[in-house]
């Protein structure tokens, strides 16, 4: 008896949401059973009543497509042409898409659809709810549909307003398709924040008339770049010369030497042609005394050492050249995460 009274208990809760769901009143019931009635003016102020509602209560979009028509259709039969043209165009706003079907709706009401829709310089904008650009071969896929062909323009905008990149300025027919890689126009792949697909639909003199935009939610998860080596300092190196020694013996020499010579005439007794011989021998001694101790005194270099120092800058710049490439790859690498919001439409003034 209680697995009995269980199994009862499980059928009545699996039953009550479609219990539930039965039982919810249509919010286009009214309307609807008033306008096959040929209420006509009964169908509307209802129809109008449900479109009003808000909150959780707001009807959603299949519905309210649902109700503009059939609110265009009523006051086309109405004989009111201005209000089944607003009811039209707010239809369009939301879905450019729609077209009544002929077998429910006669060809008057059909017809002005149509004239609206042709005379409306508006579109629709249809995106992933995510996308994720993982390679430079991923793209965030934009959809638009026309009411009618006119120009438009596409951006992609901060959240302050400025232009991040255009994806497309020109003409556009019943539709059209744009890719956007995550990029600006420079190519640099966007920070993560919040950014705005915007769609200005134009007039025939240029004039913005009607604008959609899209929030874009950008996330990024970017790979740790690795730290580039530390400089090279001058501990790193070698010493690639050595202090020179032996400078002073060579200046001695040569003074000796040219003392030496300048006294040999003298001791010689040798006349003036010796004089001139004697002082020019000991000049050159002279010289060349302090022309060696000179030289001796610059360093000398040392191969092994300056090799080794060689190697080490090649090294380093090995290093730094190879860690730099891998952190391109990683940059490359970097993967986006977009997530659109709710279009909203607005005239412009």
Not at 128 to 133: A, H, L, N, R
Not at 186 to 203: H, I, M, N, P
Not at 256 to 269: D, E, I, N, Q
């Amino acid at each position: 008896m209680h697995a009995f009274g269980r199994l009862l208990l499980l059928l009545l809760l699996l039953a009550c949401p479609s219990i539930g769901a039965a039982q919810r009143p249509d919010p286009l019931a009214r309307p609807m059973a008033a306008y096959r009635d040929l209420d006509y003016d009964g169908a509307a102020t209802a129809l109008r009543a449900a479109l009003a509602l808000d909150g959780t209560d707001r009807l959603g979009d299949a519905d309210r497509l649902r109700a503009f028509m059939y609110l265009g259709a009523t006051e086309t039969f109405r004989g009111k042409r201005d209000a089944a043209v607003d009811a039209f165009r707010a239809l369009l706003l939301i879905d450019t898409r729609y077209r009544p079907d002929e077998l429910v709706f006669p060809p008057e009401v059909s017809t002005l659809f149509q004239e609206t829709r042709i005379g409306l310089r508006a579109v629709s904008v249809v995106l992933p709810e995510m996308t994720e650009i993982q390679s430079t071969a991923d793209r965030l896929p934009v959809r638009i549909y026309a009411a009618s062909l006119h120009d438009i323009r596409v951006t992609i905008i901060d959240a302050v307003g400025g232009p991040v990149r255009v994806l497309h300025e020109g003409a556009i027919g019943d539709s059209l398709e744009l890719l956007w890689n995550g990029r600006d126009g420079l190519g640099r792949l966007r920070e993560a924040g919040s950014y705005r697909l915007r769609v200005t639909s134009r007039s025939p003199a240029g004039r913005d008339e009607r604008e959609v935009m899209v929030p874009l939610a950008i996330t990024r998860a970017d790979q740790d770049t690795l730290p580039m080596p530390a400089p090279l300092t001058a501990a790193t190196f070698r010493p690639e010369s050595a202090a020179a020694t032996g400078g002073t013996r060579f200046l001695v020499t040569g003074i000796v030497g040219a003392l030496a010579a300048a006294a040999l005439p003298s001791v010689a007794g040798a006349g003036s042609e010796g004089e001139s011989i004697r002082f020019g021998v000991a000049a050159a001694l002279g010289a060349a005394g302090a022309i060696g101790f000179t030289r001796a005194k610059q360093p000398r270099p040392i191969p092994e050492n300056i090799e080794w120092n060689r190697r080490q800058r090649e090294t380093w710049q090995r290093e730094v050249d190879r860690i730099q490439a891998e952190n391109e790859s990683r940059r490359a690498a970097t993967r986006l995460r977009i997530v659109a919001g709710r279009p909203t439409v607005a005239a412009l003034p």
